[in-house]
């Protein structure tokens, strides 16, 4: 299990609903495409995509962050291993 804290601000939450909106808002599109045609042509109405990416970024922008989660806190390094008190020879006993 990781040690990831999940955000749950008002402004995080709006950022999480931007891949769902515009998975829903293409399948409208193209349900409308397929149903109405003519006008409603996905080739007329993908600036609406665009649309609801920028409402949902400006929703972000304005939302509380009040009690937003920092998610790129970097946990502090292990402190570096203690030498052993005598540290062994490179060149052992022979040789001297």
Known sequence: MSA???CRCQSCTVR???GPALVIT?????????????FLYFGNTWPVLLLVIGLL??????????GHVDSNIVPPAAPPPVPPANPPSAYGSQGQ
């Open 57 to 66: 970024q400006l929703g972000a922008a304005l939302a509380s962050r009040e």
């Open 16 to 18: 999480g609903m931007t």
């Open 26 to 38: 293409i399948g409208v599109l193209f349900l409308l495409d397929r149903v109405h045609g003519g």
């Open 4 to 6: 990831h804290t999940r």
